[in-house]
């Protein structure tokens, strides 16, 4: 007797001595299903997204505010460059015609007063009043 697995006294299986070919083999197969998860873990899940979607909006919202007020003081700041020159510029303008002013008023006939106060001179030849 052959020695099978420990015991002596177990008959070998005809089986294998003789090779017949198999017809059919048996074969299992495993399949495991996934469980789905409960509902309550499901709205826990989908809370959370929400949530982490919700504050993502809130900084996008914020920092698209925080970007125009800062374009606005750009174009502030553009805006007071541009009005700093036109005002350098009518200033100039203004000193120029402040040192015309003398020449003109000879011009019309004005005459700068010997001594202050008021002193109004008529021309002659608009007082015509007939």
Do not use: W
Request: glycine residues 6%; hydrophobic residues 35%.
């Amino acid at each position: 007797m052959a020695y099978t697995r420990g015991n002596l006294a177990v008959k070998q299986k005809s089986a294998e001595r003789s090779y017949q070919p198999e017809r059919y083999r048996e074969t299992t197969k495993v399949v495991t299903r996934r469980s789905q998860l409960p509902v309550g873990e499901k709205l826990l899940y989908l809370l959370t997204v929400l949530i982490c979607v919700a504050v993502m909006g809130g900084l996008l919202l914020q920092n698209s505010g925080i970007y125009n007020i800062k374009r606005q003081m750009y174009n502030m700041d553009a805006e007071i460059q541009k009005m700093n020159t036109e005002i350098n510029e009518l200033s100039i303008q203004k000193e120029v015609l402040e040192q015309q002013i003398p020449e003109k008023a000879a011009e019309l006939g004005y005459v700068e007063p010997l001594v202050e106060g008021f002193n109004v001179t008529v021309p002659t030849s608009t007082a015509d009043h007939s």
